[in-house]
């Protein structure tokens, strides 16, 4: 299938995991098959868009049948590197780092966080969820004996930059940065996932004052 | 402006935000002129892309002269509607629910949260930052008196649907949405924005996937 998925465009991909999510949610509603009209109604895309995404990652498809919904969950859910699973870290225990860490979802989907971590000696040894804070000056020593995939970065904006660098100089590769900057580390084969709080609140924003001008028009 | 603003397409209002940071960030540091180039440079787009991005709000450039920060920043702080404050309650007091409402940002950024309600009596009193958790029974009575723009939902999935639909009827009209759900609310004026954290770790779990087999090949 690697053939395919190395071609995929970043639209795909982030349709990806909605596909993944109504296909769960089809299978514990006790749905076999699904056709991509109806594939189509949940995901609010066109039945053409849905075959088109799917034939991307390899068809699951057949003519007049549809798709069964196991199989083409199990699917995406390969591409996605969904069935193994991943270790994560949580840099920063303020408000983001503490919601990931106590967030139940992620565990459940395969993601485990194994520490976390504050510069803030106030923070160290207090107790979020089920971790004890450790001070960031661990990290070293923790990453020698521990293997991360994902540093989860929630550090205020102006340590961002300097936090991240550290992280992947310890050898991890995946950054999932909830601080407000942009980070660079296209030399370095690391992936960045950002999640900009502020800038989704501001496209909201944006799309309040769209509709209030219409409707004062 | 707003005959320019009504067209944006979808991609430019999401990089708008990032504009903005940017020439926040710029004004900060004490810059006043800017070119495409290096606003290009710092957003990782082209400056070709900036200029069509930036006319598309109705130009604020000048022929060999560039931009001039503040005029711009504020221009697509306008357009962004962030030239004046916005009210928000919190629907749900969990990890996510908590995180809003302590995030410091977003008050800087003229989001004000007024209040925060749950369905679980044993989080109903609680302290979360500055706010007191209130009964979602409460919810009809506090919108009689204060109005919300936007309703948080961070309720859990099975709940989520149900929340939005009284909230909706209650008035508010924009959902920022947390939980792993699609609201339709097509036919009702309602603006959602969707901030699915599990959609975007599982992109993150693609791109590392991508990564080690293009390694291993």
Same mark, same amino acid.
């Given at each position: 299938?690697?053939?395919? &998925?190395? @071609?995929?465009? $970043? ?9 993944? @999510?109504?296909? @769960? ?5 006790g ?5 991509? &009209? ?20 390899? =068809? *699951?498809g @057949? ?19 969904? /069935?193994?699973?991943? &270790? ?22 395969? *993601?485990t966080?194994?520490?976390?971590? $504050?510069t ?5 040894? /207090?107790? +979020? =969820?089920?971790? &004890? ?7 070293? +020593? *923790?990453?020698t ?6 540093a ?19 050898? +991890? ?6 601080a ?8 370095? $084969?690391?992936? +960045? ?25």
């Amino acid at each position: 299938m690697s053939e395919h &998925t190395d @071609r995929l465009s $970043d639209a795909v991909v982030h349709r990806l995991p909605g596909y993944y @999510r109504h296909l @769960r949610e089809m299978e514990r509603e006790g749905i076999r098959q699904v056709s991509s &009209t109806e594939l189509g109604r949940r995901m609010g895309q066109t039945p053409s868009l849905v075959r088109q995404d799917l034939n991307s990652i390899g =068809g *699951f498809g @057949r003519q007049g049948y549809g798709y069964d919904v196991t199989v083409l969950k199990n699917g995406i859910g390969n591409v996605l590197g969904l /069935n193994h699973s991943h &270790t994560m870290i949580i840099l920063g225990a303020g408000s983001i780092g503490s919601a990931v860490a106590r967030y139940p979802n992620f565990l459940a989907e395969g *993601f485990t966080t194994l520490a976390m971590f $504050d510069t803030d000696p106030a923070k160290v040894g /207090n107790r +979020v =969820g089920d971790l &004890t804070v450790q001070s960031m000056e661990q990290l070293g +020593v *923790f990453l020698t004996s521990r293997k991360a995939d994902i540093a989860v970065l929630a550090v205020p904006a102006y340590a961002a930059k300097e936090t991240a660098e550290q992280v992947v100089k310890l050898g +991890v590769h995946a950054v999932w940065n909830f601080a407000p900057v942009d980070l660079d580390f296209e030399k370095d $084969d690391v992936t +960045v996932v950002n999640v900009h709080l502020s800038e989704s609140l501001q496209v909201l924003s944006y799309l309040l004052e769209q509709k209030e001008k219409g409707a004062g028009s």
